[in-house]
């Protein structure tokens, strides 16, 4: 949008910041250029403004634009001021915010207006402090969640030091705003925010885009060519109120998109994917890179970050913007926010999915496990600092395989697993997924593999008890449920959701192995467990629901008394336990010979959750 223009300043203008543009009149004027009929094409099709287009008279200007020209420029005189413009993305916010720009430096010359140009740019505090105080200055930047944390700081130095002539004017997704945080900060303690919502569509604008569209011929009406004006409006208002809310797909390139092209959407789409496969990026082509951002975004999955993608492509970050960004970008075909990129609608990006699978056998499977790999990947060779996040990619598996997908779901598992082997969360994630899709013995193989190597944690031990009794090895269930609750298992000992969670596993497993073999060892383990799970704070939980905990501890006590069981003291309770758990590894010791034996097994940090 621009480059930061270090020459021919006016004397009291500091040089902006790298990534920062001065935007003045002069500044304007050399961007004032005839919209060539393919870019207003392109630009109707949801392709990112610039500043010829914010310029130009054959892009209309919103009602919004209006809106905020007024708070900016009546905000000059009310001291430390931020104009945030929220909403989804492709509801405009990027045109109204340049075009509003262009309004006020032509309005208020006087103003000196900064402007953020680079995508991942930030706002040096000091740069703020120094700014003269002979005049009034505005500080302008889209995707502002990159920059949100510096204009707080900012605003808060700049009150301390009764400074009173800067304002802001930022916009970000409302998503993006509120995953930075931003909108839980003090920000009425340092200065005065307005904030404008941008979403849908009403008639006076649907009227001026419309007749922006007509200007282009029939090119730029596309399927309203052949209908009288007030109709064509009627149906962009029509679909833009149909459009469903959606925080990362605005209303209006929903509307846009449905009524301009409509079922010749898809022609399109394939136009570009022709185009993009003849494309060179690394070792690959433009159409992969577009596959993975459609991939994601069709299935409103976390969003795909500069880096994952970057990682994923086998290019540096930097390079970025220019292989891939750019021109995807140039073709309406992805929008890339400060930290993240999606394609420009769901409806761009579930049509390309299709065609891509349909017409160039696409195997989303393979190109799902290729991002799973490269974020992981990146997260580890980063210092575990990037993506931000990592807890998302490491649940796409579940994700997969909760909507239906499960053979996708196990293999990201897998993959995931394969890429960080010893991440014990990964590893519980494949085996629970086996498990689910009905395989319990893959599962405990899961296990016994990685004992070999990784030092498992009290979880890793429990899903292999629950693995091992959904294969109907009760001894083994009873026994790793044990073991998640000892000493041995972990250092630090174990909490009230491990307790709860592992007692009722011994519950169930020891009362499968009473009904097998008829010892009252086992008996009395189910009254135990059941007896010393009662005694827990089960409300004080914060993973599970109390009731269903107790109603589960006295089903398993009341099957025990019925059969001859005794209820006894918390001590003589967790010393039947160990009984029946040593009977237990009888039964199996050889299938577990990496596992400790029974004596040599202390519970400690147990016995301390009941006073002993």
Not at 148 to 169: C, H, M, P
Not at 205 to 219: L, P, S, T
Not at 347 to 368: F, K
Request: aromatic share 8%.
């Amino acid at each position: 949008m621009g480059t930061s223009n270090s020459t021919n300043l006016p004397l009291d203008m500091p040089l902006p910041p790298a990534g920062w543009s001065l935007v003045d009149q002069a500044f304007l004027q050399e961007r004032r250029d005839n919209l060539t009929e393919q870019f207003a094409l392109t630009f109707f099709d949801g392709r990112n403004p610039g500043w010829r287009e914010a310029l130009s008279d054959n892009i209309p200007r919103r009602q919004i634009v209006s809106e905020l020209l007024s708070i900016l420029v009546t905000a000059q005189d009310r001291g430390l001021h931020l104009t945030l413009l929220t909403g989804a993305a492709g509801e405009g916010k990027s045109t109204a915010l340049l075009q509003s720009v262009c309004d006020f430096v032509q309005q208020k010359p006087e103003v000196g207006v900064y402007f953020r140009h680079g995508a991942t740019q930030r706002l040096p505090i000091e740069f703020l402090k120094r700014l003269p105080f002979n005049r009034r200055w505005l500080i302008v930047s889209d995707d502002a969640e990159i920059i949100a944390s510096a204009v707080y700081q900012g605003a808060q130095a700049l009150s301390a030091l009764e400074r009173d002539n800067i304002q802001f004017f930022l916009t970000a997704r409302d998503t993006d705003w509120q995953a930075e945080g931003a909108d839980r900060w003090g920000w009425k303690n340092c200065l005065t925010l307005q904030k404008k919502e941008l979403r849908g569509l009403i008639v006076e604008d649907a009227e001026k885009i419309v007749q922006g569209w007509q200007k282009a011929g029939d090119k730029g009406l596309g399927n309203l060519r052949d209908l009288p004006i007030a109709e064509a409006v009627a149906r962009l208002t029509r679909a833009a109120a149909g459009e469903r809310p959606n925080p990362r797909d605005g209303a209006f390139l929903g509307a846009l998109l449905q009524v301009r092209w409509g079922a010749g959407l898809s022609d399109h789409i394939r136009t570009l994917l022709e185009k993009f496969e003849q494309q060179q990026v690394g070792k690959t082509h433009l159409l992969h890179a577009f596959a993975y951002v459609c991939a994601m975004h069709a299935e409103h999955l976390p969003a795909l970050s500069r880096e994952v993608l970057a990682e994923a492509l086998f290019i540096e970050t930097a390079d970025l913007d220019r292989l891939v960004l750019t021109p995807l970008g140039e073709e309406a075909a992805i929008a890339a926010t400060g930290r993240h990129v999606f394609a420009r609608h769901r409806a761009i990006a579930q049509e390309a999915i299709q065609i891509l699978y349909n017409d160039y056998s696409l195997d989303l499977d393979v190109l799902y496990a290729q991002l799973v790999e490269a974020a992981i990947e990146l997260f580890l060779r980063s210092g575990k600092r990037i993506p931000t996040n990592i807890k998302d990619w490491n649940y796409l598996s579940k994700y997969f395989f909760d909507v239906g997908h499960k053979e996708r779901g196990i293999l990201l598992a897998k993959r995931a697993l394969d890429t960080d082997p010893e991440n014990r969360f990964l590893l519980v994630q494949l085996a629970r997924l086996h498990r689910q899709n009905g395989d319990p013995e893959r599962s405990v193989a899961v296990f016994k593999a990685a004992v070999q190597t990784t030092k498992l944690d009290r979880a890793c031990y429990y899903e292999w008890a629950t693995s091992a009794g959904s294969a109907e090895m009760f001894a083994v269930d009873a026994y790793l449920s044990a073991f998640s609750l000892s000493d041995e298992c972990e250092r630090l000992p174990p909490d009230l959701d491990r307790a709860i969670l592992s007692l009722r596993g011994l519950c169930t497993s020891f009362t499968h192995l009473h009904r097998r073999y008829r010892r009252p060892a086992f008996l009395n383990a189910v009254a135990a467990a059941a007896q010393l799970g009662l005694t827990l704070h089960l409300e004080a939980s914060v993973k599970y629901d109390a009731q269903s905990n107790e109603q589960a501890f006295r089903d398993s006590m009341q099957f025990a008394i019925q059969r001859g069981a005794q209820p006894v003291a918390p001590g003589a309770a967790l010393a039947n336990l160990y009984t029946a758990v040593a009977d237990a590894w009888a039964l199996i010791e050889e299938s577990l010979s990496t596992v400790l034996p029974p004596e040599k097994l202390h519970f400690s940090g147990l016995a301390r959750l009941f006073n002993l």
